[in-house]
DNA sequence: ACAAGAAATGAAAACAATTTCAACATAAAC
DNA sequence: GTTTATGTTGAAATTGTTTTCATTTCTTGT
């Protein structure tokens, strides 16, 4: 009546062999005579026989499944890094559950504990912080996390991320060759440490080099989105910046389009690098300058990683840091 | 020494109870004296007890996961419909496997097996054709599927999508009102139904109406990528085409930074419109006139279609076709 | 106070695999 | 032709729940 499915055990009977049997003959357990393996074989053809997945996971301890925490699928930056993540996972037979946590601490939390109550083998994190509930959960369960472009100065977990601070000095650098001086940062909240730490610091330390003192009128914390890009350009202009270091590419198309429709020349009048190197970056006119950063490979090794702890292997650095480039394109000089 | 894990038996024998009232409690089954839930309620605080999701679905054959086929995460028009998917997942408390395809028939079977094996309670695929092999799939399970955002003219599975034929000719009917006689057309394979039934159909249809004649140099099909525009552009001035309509937004970012890069002014002198109102749409300058998709709604409608299906609800209609409109940006005039 | 019906509980059987360990068969060694 | 080692196999335990069904405990009406 119900969806009669063919167990382990129907092939058993039908190939006049025990469970144990057609279990080795499923998983290549090479402990199988050649002319047995054949029938068992014959047998799971003819039946159609498919191993139940949640069966083998209960019996064996093992989901080939891991959860991928991602603040927003619809965020270039982020979708990329899930793209490498996937695609390795895939290499090495593992599928991934996806949860979009809105970078919502709550939902993080909450996410993670579905996660894990799903049995998965391991996690990827992408967000920004990692609160103290976060990595409570994180050392409560014995499952290996890896954070994906996101950095945890506890350095606890296995993470892949690029060397942020030198990068956003590096892009100050290029804008004061430019011969500019009141060059602006926009990033999210400080509270991050990717932001908070290492962008902020890379931006006072390029400013130092230079010796133009540090002026926190320029700095300005905003979200990640297209259509917040009017009104931070409204604040740039109000304190007179020349330039700006954009730490995510859609706010900064968004501005980079709120100078065009004022009128403004980019690069000539105003000039603006970003962070992601994601396709948008190719996609505006005049193209914006940019960090370059490695995003699918992010995700990538990051899954590599999370391969490696979930196999217990031996770990050289689980805190890898990736290079990045500066593309300079056509929104700076 | 290994993960010592907390189960039901364990909180069964510390509580005084048997698994079985134990599991009631956990599910809010209501025939629990309230004074033992109680205790059971504390006990589970006790002991931090969290139910193994894959026991508890190898025992209901119920895994509270939905499969979803995409063909890559890192295209927006995909990316938005996930998003829809995921957020009604979650409202519903299903959570996401997501596994890109991309577009790879060989892909596409295998990965829709995997996620069968794995026990999904429903799969949403989102794709282009839906092949023969993938077709005998999806009967020979019991395993309800969803296509968002792709038809099967076969309409053996739920599906949600908008009238694409009427779009498209809603959106020729736009150019050949401001006075365009050789209006191009380009999209993906015409093998996939939505653009060689439905779409070409309408382009045909527009033409007809305005009494001229189809000519089939100005049909193109490419892949939908952002490199390609270039590409495609220069066909589409090969054969003077002064006005085209595009059916992804991606490729029509190409053509149209193609067409500024030479030069020539959009849409004083070419005119664009696009299909699916991704954000990419009010990226560019001048913006993206385009057909107004509901991607989001696309993916939740369909995944909330999916959750009446896994509950065997009644469905009036497991066809469903959205609304759209027509939004004349800049591209057009 | 008692029968009848309802509510609460537990024992044990699924669920569909893997895994352990003992048993048997075969091959190699002497 | 034993003995020993190695290769194959199966029985049964295990995994952590849900679910069924029988049993016990309450209510309630009379």
Chains 1, 2 share one sequence.
Not at 81 to 86: F, K, M, S, V, W
Not at 282 to 296: A, C, D, H
């Amino acid at each position: 009546m119900d969806k009669q499915t063919i167990t382990i055990y129907d092939v058993a009977r039908e190939a006049g062999v025990s469970m144990a049997t057609v279990s080795r003959v499923v998983n290549g357990n090479p402990n199988v005579k050649p002319t047995t393996r054949k029938k068992v074989l014959e047998v799971i053809d003819r039946l159609d026989y498919r191993p139940n997945a949640v069966a083998r996971g209960l019996a064996s301890k093992k989901t080939t499944t891991v959860g991928v925490i991602i603040p927003d699928v619809t965020n270039l930056y982020f979708s990329s890094l899930a793209r490498g993540i996937d695609d390795i996972a895939s290499m090495y037979k593992y599928n991934i559950i996806l949860a979009n946590s809105d970078e919502n601490e709550q939902k993080e939390v909450q996410v993670l504990n579905t996660l894990l109550a799903k049995q998965v083998d391991g996690v990827i994190f992408m967000g920004n912080k990692i609160t103290e509930e976060l990595r409570a959960e994180f050392s409560r369960s014995r499952t290996p996390v890896v954070l994906a472009g996101t950095v945890d100065p506890d350095e606890q977990v296995g993470s892949v991320n690029i060397d942020y601070e030198t990068a956003t000095k590096d892009s100050v650098e290029l804008l004061l060759e430019n011969g500019h001086k009141k060059i602006a940062f926009v990033s999210e909240s400080h509270d991050e440490p990717i932001n908070g730490q290492f962008r902020l610091k890379g931006y006072k330390q390029a400013l130092k080099d230079a010796s133009i003192e540090y002026d926190e009128n320029l700095v300005f914390q905003s979200e990640y989105t297209y259509k917040v890009g009017e009104a931070v350009y409204e604040q740039l202009i109000k304190v007179d910046a020349t330039a700006v270091v954009v730490a995510d590419d859609e706010l900064a198309v968004g501005i980079l389009n709120a100078a065009l429709d004022r009128g403004v020349s980019v690069p000539e009048d105003f000039e603006i690098i970003t962070s992601n190197n994601s396709k948008l970056t190719e996609m505006t006119r005049p193209q914006l300058s940019t960090v370059v950063q490695p995003l699918y490979d992010i995700g990538a090794v990051a899954m590599r990683l999370l391969t490696k702890l979930m196999n217990k292997e031996e770990i050289d650095e689980k805190t890898v840091k990736l290079p990045y480039t500066i593309a300079g394109k056509g929104s700076t000089k």
